[in-house]
Each structure stands twice: as C-alpha cells, then as structure tokens.
C-alpha cells in the first residue's frame, strides 16, 4: 500500500506541475502576442506622423524632404476615386491577433471632417481603425474654405505606390494649383510623396 501511495502523489504532482506548465505558457503566449502587436501597430502610427510631419514642412517652406521609416507592415499611397483633392496614405501594421473597430477614429484631431471651415483646426487628419489582423493609420488634408476662397494639400504619387519594412519617402513641393470646388476657387500646394 505504501508504494502505491508514492506512485500516486508522483502521479499527481507531475500532472499539476504540467498544467501549470500549460497554463503559464499559454497565458504567457498571450502577453507576448499583444507586446509584438503593440510594437507593430506603434511603428505604423510613428512612420504616418513622420510622413505628415515632412508633408507640412515641405508645404511650409517649400524644397523636398526625405525621411527613412521602418514599418512592420506596409506603407500605401491611395489615389481616390472622388478626384485628387481626396488622396490619401495609409500605413498598415500586420497584427498576430484580430482586432475590430467599427469606426475611424482621429488621433490627432476630434473632428475628421474632409472640408472646414475653422482656421484653427489642424490641416491634416490622422484616423486609425482595425481590420482584423490588420491595423490601419490613414493620413488626408483637410480642404479649408472661407468666403470666396480656400486652401488646400493634393497629394501626387510618384512611380511607386507601396512599400514593406524600411521604406524612404522624399516629399517634394512641386508647385501650386487653382481648383474650383463648391463654388469656391481654391489655392492648392502640389505635394509629391515618392515611396521607396
């Protein structure tokens, strides 16, 4: 009897310890998992804010500007369907875990409406959202009207659209147009991002 006691508590102890085992590993997994999103999702918004950053200097004080990013995803410029007073550039991080959200949120502004007519709002609108395993930052300018007149950003591409990991952007200010938009003449700085 005695011998048999020792086998079950040997038993016993090994099937404790190999759940524990389990359970720290995959509770562990989980934690790693999230660390490994959280960086790859921080890169993507690090890289959109740089691009923005470099877009409202060039718009600023003109000349071209380069700008090196690392993105754990990819970096896209989309030409939109609605005209080129409505391109925009998204930065997507490849996520381990799904994540959804049913809207965009802006983070560097409360209001992501496309046309303003308050001076004082931020050119540039950042929104985030999660598609999935893929978590996704998009940059536009925002159209400002006022009386009679407005400003606005038009994004150009250059010959590539898209990149993946370590990506050069040059920005260049090419030159300046008048677009006609809601009755209002608008005085438009030509930005081209070249992706590399």
């Known amino acids: 009897m005695k011998g048999q006691e020792g086998i079950i508590e040997f038993m016993l102890n090994i099937g404790i310890s190999f759940m524990l085992i389990l359970y ?10 999230q660390q490994i999103d959280f960086v790859s999702i921080h890169s993507a918004e690090r890289s959109i804010r740089a691009i923005d950053n470099a877009i409202r200097s060039v718009v600023k004080f003109g ?23 409505f391109n925009y550039i998204e930065a997507r991080a490849n996520l381990l875990k799904t994540q959804y959200s049913n809207v965009w949120v802006g983070i560097n502004t409360a209001n992501t409406s496309k046309v303003v007519d308050n001076p004082l ?44 990991g370590y990506c050069e952007i040059t920005v260049e200010d090419v030159g300046e147009k008048r677009v006609n938009f809601s009755g209002r003449v608008l005085k438009c700085a030509i930005i081209k991002v070249e992706i590399k």
């Open 24 to 33: 720290v590993y995959f509770w562990g997994l989980n934690i790693f998992y």
């Open 63 to 85: 000349g071209k500007e380069t700008i090196e990013v690392n993105i754990q995803g990819s970096l896209l410029f989309i030409e939109s369907t609605g005209g080129e007073l």
């Open 121 to 164: 709002e931020t050119q540039s609108v950042i929104e985030k959202r999660a598609y999935g395993k893929i978590y996704v930052f998009r940059l536009f300018y925002r159209i400002f009207l006022y009386d009679s007149t407005g400003t606005c950003i038009i994004l150009k591409s250059g010959n590539k659209k898209s990149c993946n």
